[in-house]
């Protein structure tokens, strides 16, 4: 079974900035997919995605302010995230699935237990 864990969130004030990393307990490579979800009181949302390739895929209200990465030698993804609102505040959730920049969560197979952000003056 593939775990995946999240870690980096906390409390920021708004304007500042938190990296989050998902370490996977396998290759990620055999992933076509590595996303970032987030999940406040309502659907969880897609707010990006990178695929085996390096491509990218962000949600519309990050786009400008947040970045993915991924490397594969430590299995890790990241999400940098600057600029940050208090809209941002939720719990992110790390996903790896087989399908390429997938924006629907059906179609990733592992996720992990999710790190709170919450963004706050």
């Known amino acids: 079974q593939v775990q995946l864990v999240e870690s980096g969130g906390g409390l920021v004030q708004p304007g500042g900035s938190l990296r989050l990393s998902c370490k996977a307990s396998e290759n990620i490579f055999n992933f076509n997919s590595m996303g970032w979800y987030r999940q406040a009181p309502g659907e969880r949302e897609l707010v990006a995605t990178i695929n ?23 299995n890790t993804v990241y999400l940098e995230m600057n600029s940050l609102k208090p809209v941002d505040t939720a719990v992110y959730y ?23 952000v919450t963004v706050s003056s």
């Open 94 to 116: 790390c996903a790896a699935g087989t399908s390429s920049l997938s924006t629907d969560p059906y179609e990733y197979d592992y996720w992990g237990q999710g790190t709170q």
């Open 52 to 74: 085996v390739g390096g491509r990218t895929r962000f949600a519309e209200s990050v786009k400008e302010r947040f970045a993915i990465s991924r490397d594969n030698a430590k």
